[in-house]
């Protein structure tokens, strides 16, 4: 064997050695790589529950991941129509709502339509061209339109988020968050049409032709969950299925969001079940009664205090007894009418802070 041979045999070994060392590294790392992915694709599912009244988060998971949310879009379409929009007007349907892609309710240009009954037909039947119309009624343009979106939902507390159309067809720069979403349905369930709109299991109307008609609502949780007043269904292939629902029993209103859940509406109830099962509202203080009571001056007494707000929170069994209350009184009074300025409360969790709030006489 001659030595050219002989050099390719040893690098000819060499590769071999290499490959197989390579072929380890490769096979080490595969369940880690694996690990890896299934995370992510877990990752675009999305879960959270927050009491309305407080904002308060009572269950998550991956709630600041942002994610596609198809038509629960429509949540933030609608607050935003009913904040800048007459709803009693009658107007022109343009003739750019006409035909637009995915779940319809067949609107037709220049038929006449009331806002509200477009509202309507936005969040029982999941409109496209209802929200199409809308936002040119609102707005003027789409884009237009998408820009007092955005405005509204940073109001609304939504800052990781960006909307691009009012339908939610699928746009890589129209995204949300869990949170964010939660944030959005919580300032929209704050108006009483709104309210009304997404409660609703039926709406009649009657079309421009003098036609009865009516829209009712997919929300199956309005006749499947005990309690359940709202929000809105949502899907495309990207967002899978989405459903941002409500409830409210004894006087704790709870709004649930699911992202890119297949089994969105078994997934919602026991979510908010648990929530209900695990949380009272608890008042922590009444306006009407006394919280605490405050010296005069001159040592002439005592008067009543009490704060100007019912405050109100969600709590554990374990976490009511770690409630505590931090007075800071004056004393220089003499005057026992009501409403006189007398201090300030603070009120903890631990060493949270719930409430920092005025005190005044009752």
């Known amino acids: 064997m001659d030595r050219f041979t002989r050099r390719s045999d040893k690098c000819f070994y060499s590769r071999k050695i290499m490959g197989l060392i390579l072929l380890v590294i490769l096979l080490i790392a595969c369940p880690v790589g694996g690990l890896t992915m299934r995370a992510k694709a877990e990752a675009r599912s999305a879960t959270i529950v927050i009491e309305a009244e407080s904002g308060r988060v009572l269950a998550a998971q ?33 003739k750019q709502a006409e035909g637009v892609e995915g779940s319809s309710i067949y609107l037709r240009a220049g038929q006449k339509w009331s806002v509200t009954d477009l509202l309507y037909g936005l969040m029982l039947r999941s409109g496209n061209d209802s929200a199409v119309a809308l936002a040119l009624i609102t707005a003027g343009s789409v884009d237009d339109f998408a820009t007092m979106m955005n405005s509204t939902a940073v109001a609304a507390g939504a800052y990781n988020s960006n909307f691009t159309n009012p339908h939610g067809l699928d746009d890589n720069k129209h995204y949300t968050t869990a949170f964010d979403l939660a944030m959005i349905s919580r300032y929209a369930m704050r108006s009483s049409l709104f309210r009304e709109i997404v409660a609703s299991k039926k709406h009649d109307y009657t079309d421009d032709t003098g036609k009865k008609c009516a829209f009712i609502n997919k929300n199956k949780m309005l ?52 929530s209900y099962k695990n949380y ?9 009664k006394p919280l605490t009571y405050a010296k005069l001056k001159y040592d002439k007494g005592e008067v009543a205090v009490s704060v100007q707000r019912t405050l109100r929170y969600p709590l554990s069994e374990e976490e009511k007894s770690n409630i505590r209350y931090e007075y800071n009184t004056v004393s220089n009074r003499t005057n026992t009418d009501k409403n006189i300025y007398m201090g300030k409360v603070n009120i903890y969790h631990k060493n949270y802070l719930l409430f920092s709030e005025k005190l005044y006489t009752i």
């Open 223 to 274: 006749t499947g969950f005990n309690g359940a007043n709202g929000i809105k269904t949502g899907f495309t292939k990207t967002s899978g299925r989405c459903l941002v629902s409500s409830a409210l029993r004894e006087d704790m209103q709870l709004i649930c969001v699911v992202l890119n859940t297949s089994n969105m509406w078994q997934a919602s109830a026991q979510l908010m079940e648990k």
């Open 280 to 288: 009272d509202m608890v008042t922590l203080a009444d306006k009407e």
């Open 62 to 94: 991956n709630a600041q991941v942002r994610l596609p949310l198809a038509s629960t879009t429509k949540i933030l379409t609608a607050i935003t129509v009913i904040e800048h929009t007459d709803v009693n007007r009658v107007v022109a349907i343009p």
